[in-house]
């Protein structure tokens, strides 16, 4: 690995810069790339009908300004702005944008696309980078300038055959492609020869897009150059100043956000990121971060899952896991202490009012608010600790652990997670959980059971009193049982107490109620103390209060 043969880029130099001190406080205009810049960084790109469904969903999301296509590209592209055109699937609100080269045969071919569309912007470009120049087009700065201008001139041309309607509905972009890689006065000297061929005004802006085409610098270089452009370029008042990171570094969501600080207006990219070679930004990640500082991103993603559900089979791309928000493991916690706080956390936030500010420990944003559910934010592995399994517990099928029980479960999931060595599921931590608690009779088992209230003599005034009778199993030998006490349950420890059963005193004791209507049963939860000093967890559920707690000290036994 020989790094002397790379050397950075420059950016832009400011003595001075103001968008460190500032704040995300509103909503960009966003225009989505998806359908063009996302689309020709597919495999297998999308046809005719898939595209036309992804601009529905686009437009249900909220997005008004939509790069559709690149109509001078392929007879797909080109037939597929006229069907949204003649077709009339594009509502009165939202524009559509079309890229071209600054190339005049390409431009009077994308004229003809957008014939009769209600609102367009047509997004013309041309390389302006040294290595472009160099390479590519083997022309000088003042060649290259005349391309992009050369191009304004022939939109122009063509646009003298439209009605004066028409003409005010077309607006223009300009990109110098590249942008992250040129010389940034240069760039600017490019873009105002640009506005100043188009004309433009306050009711008719025109649209410079500064492009990381390839991301090849820190997001705060970006940003730089992104405030020194907006400070030296003619008319800014006039101009909408629009950011297109890509993700070569892997911080175009952050070049994105420090471009917004700096004077951006505008945001292009894709929805979870896709584009060429490691993706254009993430728009769900931008508008998103927004959300969770309290900022409406005027993108509507409550349901984000189906959206994401509807971008894989538009796309046949995947959404890894870890993506921000969208990913399957976005709202999941395998650590212990993640689970425990999470736990905490949740339960604190059911007995606050809906409007509360969020606050729950490792969770940024309500996972309800994109309709995702709580049920999948704890996973269970070998690496999770005591309340991960008792949240799952709880929340998947009622049952509430006492806390000073949950180290027993969490060990016991740990153990039986390491040995399958693999995530388990809720529906297999129950199982664990009832087979080692519920259902175990491995050393104790009840064969039978009675149990009698006693009538207190007339005129006292005694505590109840109640007799318990019948036989157990314990160690393989069948025990008949017989004692009293103030209820079934301590008459039933007063019985073992009379047997080999190894003496012990209950400690602790929960109970509660699990299911609904007919359905409803007992849960109790014991903790007993032998007389050497040692703890068991019990647990014990049955239709009848009294012998769930009884159920329960015969599976503390069992442990």
Known sequence: MNASKYKPFPGAVLKSRTWPDKRIEKAPIWCSVDLRDGNQALIDPMGIETKLK?????????????????????????????????????????????????????????????????????HIYNSTSPAQRKYVFNKSKEEIIKIAVDGVKCIKECMKDLSEDERKRIRLEYSPESFSMTEIDYAIEICNAVGKEWGFSAENKIIYNLPSTVECYTPNVYADSIEYFASKVENRENVIISTHCHNDRGTGVAACELGLLAGADRVEGCLFGNGERTGNLDIVTVALNMFSEGVDPELDFSNLPEIADAYQEFTKMDIPPRTPYAGGL?????????????????????????????????????????????????????????????????????????????????????????????????????????????????????????????????????????SC??????????????????????????????????????????????????????????????????????????????????????SALNQ
């Open 469 to 554: 009778f019948g036989s157990v199993m314990y160690d393989g030998e069948k025990l008949t049982i017989s004692g009293k006490g103030n209820g079934p349950l301590d008459a039933f420890v007063a019985a073992l107490g009379e047997t080999s059963v190894p003496k012990f005193n209950i400690t602790a004791f929960h109970e509660h109620s699990l299911g609904q209507g007919s359905d409803t049963c007992a849960v109790a939860y014991v903790q007993i103390t032998t007389e050497s000093g040692e703890k068991f967890w019990g647990v014990g559920k049955s239709s009848n209060v009294g012998r769930a707690g009884i159920n329960a000290v015969a």
């Open 330 to 466: 976005a709202y999941t916690a395998l650590s212990g202490g993640h689970q425990d706080a999470i736990a905490k956390g949740l339960a604190a936030r059911a007995k606050m009012d809906a409007g509360a500010i969020w606050d729950v420990p490792y969770i940024l944003i309500d996972p309800h608010d994109i309709g995702r559910k709580y049920e999948g934010i704890i996973r269970i592995n070998s690496q999770s600790g005591k309340g991960g399994s008792s949240f799952i517990l709880e929340h998947n099928y009622g049952y509430a652990i006492p806390k000073a029980m949950q180290p027993a479960i969490g060990d016991l999931i740990k153990t039986e997670s390491d040995k399958a060595q693999r995530e388990l599921q809720p529906e297999e931590i129950l199982k664990f959980f009832e087979s080692q608690w519920i259902s175990n009779r491995e050393k104790f088992s009840i064969v039978d059971i009675a149990s009698t209230h006693l009538e207190s003599l007339r005129g006292e005034d005694s505590v109840e009193r109640v």
């Open 54 to 122: 992804f601009f529905d969903l686009l437009v249900k999301i909220g997005f008004k300004e939509i790069e559709i296509c690149f109509p001078s590209a392929s007879d797909t592209e080109f037939d597929f702005c006229r069907r949204l055109i003649d077709e009339k699937h594009i509502p009165d609100d939202v524009t559509i944008q079309v890229l071209c080269q600054a190339r005049e045969h390409l431009i009077k071919k994308t004229m003809e696309a957008i014939k009769g569309a209600p609102n367009v912007i047509f």
